[in-house]
């Protein structure tokens, strides 16, 4: 059987991250430049190989200063490291919706993580594209990839959560 590839929606995808701040609220940012294929064997997803890529330079949290700081050596460093990467070692089905393991890779540290996948379907558009739709969340320790920078606080705690939320719109379109 014939592999199908299916390419990412730009325009109709996001990709987020949440951190608790001061422990008591979450910041959201999200990349604004990303990529992502799809390969598949068969008319479902299970089995699919998937690859993503995150400029680092596109990070938005709607706060300049912040944004600057998490591109610096402190988090991303972007120089050196301009951007974040996925490859699946597995797609496996879980009821109607999915597991997606794989390496992800920020700066220099490549570690296996497991994202839970909604199904959204699949439809196609009114140009005669086919589309599908999927809801990706996870959580990672961004410790474990040699995010750690942190300041204690006054009163006890410390500024950021090390526990990082990740959550994805994606919509991808079949290629002929």
Known sequence: MATTKWVLDPTHSELQFKVKHLMISTVTGSFNEFSAELATDNDDFENSTVSFKAGVDSIDTGNKDRDGHLKSGDFFNAAEFPSVSFVSTSFTKDGDDYKLAGN???KDVTKPV????EFG???QDPWGNTKAGFTIKGKINRTDFGLTYNAALETGG???GEEVRVLGELQF???A
């Open 121 to 123: 379907g699949t439809a």
């Open 158 to 160: 410390v500024m950021l």
């Open 114 to 117: 497991t994202l839970d996948v």
């Open 173 to 175: 379109a079949k290629q």
């Open 104 to 106: 992800l890779t920020i």
